[in-house]
């Protein structure tokens, strides 16, 4: 008898053989980056059909291994994850695993009732309902509790493979998605507040490889806008499994500005603004053989995000604009945010613009920044990028 963490994962299933061999072989590798991340040495991770497991020799405690489980659920591509009971696959052996865990269970909590769930790889003899049948009967024996399938006290998890089964009582949320890195990398315009760390973390989630970004704007902005950009990539880099993240500066961006305001009417210093970072952001793009640019824009949000706005900003861009907020409001932004745990560091009071015009234009029409592109992308070679990687 065995501990192991069973981990599961969703669509990368439906994927053809190559690609999903590849996507779980991509997934296996960020679980063993995070364990040792978090300090593990000595541990072992194995793919099997629709399931990566994780056994840690050392770990003998459920609860300890719990512990390592509840790290995994900074994985990409990870669904739900159970700190398990690995045994031989024979019936006997699985009842007497599942009323121990059960004993354990009840020596714990006030309960009175109880469900057991079970799946079994088709070649197993015994079908999944004569499992719970029979596991379920030896449990309310031994330990007087009730069965109640639908809102049970607690659950027991019986999972059967061809080798062996895996009996539970947890199972955890994962972020879902895909790995990190299958699907290329992506630019993220990055100012560090609250869109924009989501709109990353959600292309991370989706499997793209995500460069940060961000238009260095002092004294445009305040010191701390500046800092917050260093406090959220801290955050958010536990979920990227690399050694060193790195974030893109541009220097000289409020020189860069300086410009735009001299030529540009104040009304439309918001959009050239927007443009000029969707430009740099495309150039760096094709440079870095990038597949897209990413922004935290959010429709009608504010006054560069109305749908007339967008539409003048994106014009001339290359690379294709992905905007996984679009449709989103501000409060399921921020109560995502809430759920990742990011709050408090993204919602920082860090200011307003110093050049925020007091009537900039929401309803642009499409070629109203024509006549100063040619002045934006001089601009663009001009910006002075520079890069620094966090550990």
């Not at 679980?31 to 040792?36: A, N, S």
Request: proline share 4%.
């Amino acid at each position: 008898m065995d501990l192991a963490i069973l981990v599961r994962y969703g669509e990368i299933a439906l994927k053809g053989q190559v690609v999903r061999s590849r996507m779980e072989q991509c997934l296996a590798n960020s679980i063993e980056w995070r364990l040792r991340r978090i300090g593990l040495e000595e541990f072992y991770v194995s793919r099997e059909r629709g399931r990566i497991f994780v056994k840690i020799p050392w770990v003998k405690d459920l609860n300890k291994l719990s512990f390592y489980a509840k790290e995994l659920t900074k994985t990409f591509g990870v669904v739900s994850i159970s700190p398990t009971v690995e045994v031989d696959n024979n019936i006997e052996t699985i009842m007497f695993v599942s009323t121990e865990l059960a004993r354990n269970v009840v020596s714990r909590k006030n309960v009175k009732t109880f469900a057991v769930r079970a799946r079994r790889v088709e070649s197993y003899p015994i079908t999944s309902k004569e499992i719970k049948k029979i596991v379920g009967q030896k449990i309310k024996d031994s330990l007087n509790l009730s069965v109640n399938l639908e809102n049970p006290d607690f659950e027991i998890f019986i999972e059967v493979r061809e080798k062996k089964a895996y009996i539970f009582t947890d199972i955890i949320e994962g972020p879902g998605g895909l790995p990190y890195g299958v699907e290329g990398l992506c630019i993220a315009l990055f100012s560090g507040g609250m869109d924009s760390a989501l709109a990353l973390w959600l292309m991370a989630r989706r499997g793209c490889e995500v460069l940060p970004l961000h238009m260095v704007f002092r004294p445009y902005y305040s010191e701390e806008a500046y800092q917050r950009v260093f406090n959220v990539m801290k955050f958010l880099r536990e979920w990227i499994p690399r050694n060193k993240v790195e974030v893109l500066f541009v220097e000289n961006y409020p020189e860069l500005m300086n410009e735009v305001v001299e030529v540009v009417p104040a009304k439309l210093r918001c959009l050239a603004c927007k443009k000029l970072m969707l430009l740099i952001a495309d150039k760096i793009a094709i440079e870095r053989k990038a597949k897209a640019i990413v922004t935290g824009d959010s429709l009608g949000q504010v006054a560069s995000q109305t749908l007339d706005n967008i539409y003048v900003i994106s014009k001339d861009i290359k690379v294709p604009v992905l905007r996984p907020l679009i449709a989103m409001d501000k409060q399921e932004i921020t109560n995502t945010i809430n759920k990742l745990g990011l709050f408090d560091v993204v919602a920082k009071n860090v200011g307003k613009c110093r050049l925020l015009p007091q009537h900039p234009e929401t309803h642009a029409k499409p070629d109203t920044l024509d006549p100063y592109i040619d002045i934006l992308r001089k601009l663009v070679d001009k910006a002075f990028i520079s890069s620094v990687f966090i550990d």
